[in-house]
């Protein structure tokens, strides 16, 4: 079965802080994604990747940045922290042979 | 664009029930369709897909969805509710795009049984 791990389940930093969250899949899957989870908003696209080295922003990539150096990992980061950055934040990766998504069990984040 | 549309934030059935859930689509060519599920806590896992074919499929954990493209929906459906089926349920649509696939989901309904 494929696998997707996230770094943390449950995370709290500060305004202003750097903040890395880190997804790591074992199937080599070519394409991972980032989103966040909000209450009533379902899920949002962050950032997507087709291949190390290679991103696209998705809907809401203000705020963040992404970074794939090897094919199974695909960090997400934000530069500053803020409040509205409080949220369940999802790693999903894919195969294009397949379409369907793997999620990873989410990491959710509070700034104070 | 697309677009997908769950029109119930929340269902509320009794264990042993029937179960329908809505999901209808706005797509520019023939759709990819999935069906995910959210239990609290965890992230998504898929439930079942549609790519072509036979317009009722079967998933996992006894559910099943059927493609009405006349309708433009793809509803989820069990025909008798666990308690262990409470959880969010995600609806999403979508192709391959430059190799890969990017898909768009719904808000979610979520699932609460009673006993």
């Known amino acids: 079965d494929v696998k997707v791990t996230q770094s943390s389940r449950y995370l709290v930093k500060r305004t202003g802080e750097k903040v890395f969250l880190e997804c790591v899949q074992d199937?080599?899957?070519?394409?991972m994604f980032w989103y966040r989870q909000d209450p009533g908003l379902g899920l949002r696209l962050i950032y997507f990747s087709y291949d190390v080295k290679m991103k696209e922003k998705g809907d809401i990539p203000e705020g963040y940045s992404v970074s794939r150096e090897k094919k199974e990992r695909f960090s997400l980061i934000l530069e500053s922290a803020s409040t509205n950055q409080t949220s369940m934040y999802l790693c999903?990766?894919?195969?294009?042979?397949?379409?369907?998504?793997?999620f990873g069990p989410g990491t959710r984040l509070t700034v104070l | 664009a697309q677009s997908v549309t769950q029109p119930d934030i929340h269902i509320t059935v009794s264990e042993g029930a029937s179960l329908e859930l809505r999901c209808n689509y706005s797509y520019g060519a023939t759709p990819y369709l999935f069906w995910y599920v959210q239990s609290p806590g965890q992230g998504l896992q898929l439930l079942l897909k549609y790519f072509s074919g036979d317009t009722l499929v079967q998933g996992i954990k006894g559910f099943e969805a059927e493609f009405k493209r006349s309708q433009s929906s793809f509803n989820l459906r069990k025909p008798s509710v666990h308690w262990s089926d409470a959880a969010e349920y995600f609806c999403a649509v979508g192709s391959p795009s430059g190799g890969s696939y990017i898909p768009t989901f719904g808000r979610g309904t979520s699932l609460i049984v009673h006993p």
């Open positions: 199937m080599d899957h070519e394409n």
């Open positions: 999903a990766s894919s195969s294009p042979l397949f379409f369907w998504q793997f």
